[in-house]
């Protein structure tokens, strides 16, 4: 019977070692689920800054595209009160938007076609 209380003993003590073990585990990951909970609440501030800051961004695009579009409105009405003053080489078309080769040669096709018909 003693060695049977000897043999129980030393059970509970094993038992006492595993549970001191098992408590001082779970209190150390407590403390890291803790940390883990505080980074994870200060990374949803700081989220939560940055979308702010994106929205008023955002909002500042906007009113400064809507500001470029006024003034691009107001820089047409313009431009088409203003007379245009054309010089005697100018032609009266679009051939100004090509290339000067590309807007000479179709220049010099036009003239060449022009004194076709006058010849004619």
């Not at 059970?11 to 098992?22: P, V």
């Not at 400064?64 to 078309?93: C, F, T, W």
Request: hydrophobic share 35%; glycine share 2%; with cysteine.
């Amino acid at each position: 019977m003693l060695t049977e209380l000897e043999t129980l003993s030393q059970n509970i003590g094993r038992l006492i070692e595993i549970s001191q073990r098992y408590n001082e585990a779970r209190i150390a990951l407590e403390e890291q689920l803790a940390q883990a909970r505080a980074e994870c609440e200060a990374t949803r501030a700081e989220l939560e800054q940055a979308r702010e800051e994106r929205n008023a961004l955002q909002a500042e695009r906007d009113a400064l595209s809507a500001k470029i579009d006024d003034a691009q409105v107001r820089l047409n009405a313009i431009l088409e009160k203003l007379p245009r003053a054309r010089g005697h080489h100018e032609p009266d078309n679009q051939l100004d938007l090509l290339a000067p080769e590309q807007a000479q040669a179709n220049h010099d096709a036009n003239n060449d076609a022009t004194r076709h018909g006058e010849n004619a």
